[in-house]
C-alpha cells in the first residue's frame, strides 16, 4: 500500500502562484508515474501533469507553461508548481501514483484562484 498526503493548497488572486506537494509513504518501490489531477465544479476529474521514474513529463494543453511537475526522491514527494494561476484552475487536485497493480490517490487539496 502506498499513503498519499497533500499539501498547499489555497486562495490565491488570479495571476498567483501555489506550490502543492504529494508526500509519498509506504510500498513505493514498484511505483512508475506519479501525476497531478484536478476535478472543478461540475467537471469530470482530468489529468493536468505527470512525472513518469524516468523523468518524462506530460502536461495538460490548459497547464502547459504555466505549471510544472517535479520530484524530489529523497523526500518520495512530488511538486506542482503553478504559475499564473487562472479562474478556470479553480478545482480540487489530487495527486496519484501508479505501480504495476494499483492506483494510489491522495485525499485532495483544494485550490480556488479569485480576486
Known amino acids: 500500500q502506498v499513503q498519499l498526503v497533500e499539501s498547499g493548497g489555497g486562495l490565491v488572486q488570479p495571476g498567483g502562484s501555489l506550490r502543492l506537494s504529494c508526500a509519498a509513504s509506504?510500498?513505493?518501490?514498484?511505483?512508475?508515474?506519479m501525476g497531478w489531477y484536478r476535478q472543478g465544479p461540475g467537471k469530470q476529474r482530468e489529468l493536468v501533469a505527470l512525472i513518469t521514474t524516468s523523468s518524462w513529463t506530460n502536461y495538460a494543453a490548459s497547464v502547459k507553461g504555466r505549471f510544472t511537475i517535479s520530484r524530489d526522491r529523497a523526500k518520495n514527494t512530488v511538486y506542482l508548481q503553478m504559475n499564473s494561476l487562472k479562474p478556470e484552475d479553480t478545482a480540487v487536485y489530487y495527486c496519484?501514483?501508479?505501480?504495476?497493480?494499483?492506483?494510489?490517490w491522495g485525499q485532495g487539496t483544494q485550490v480556488t484562484v479569485s480576486s
Open positions: 509506504g510500498s513505493i518501490t514498484s511505483i512508475y508515474a
Open positions: 496519484k501514483w501508479t505501480d504495476y497493480r494499483n492506483d494510489y
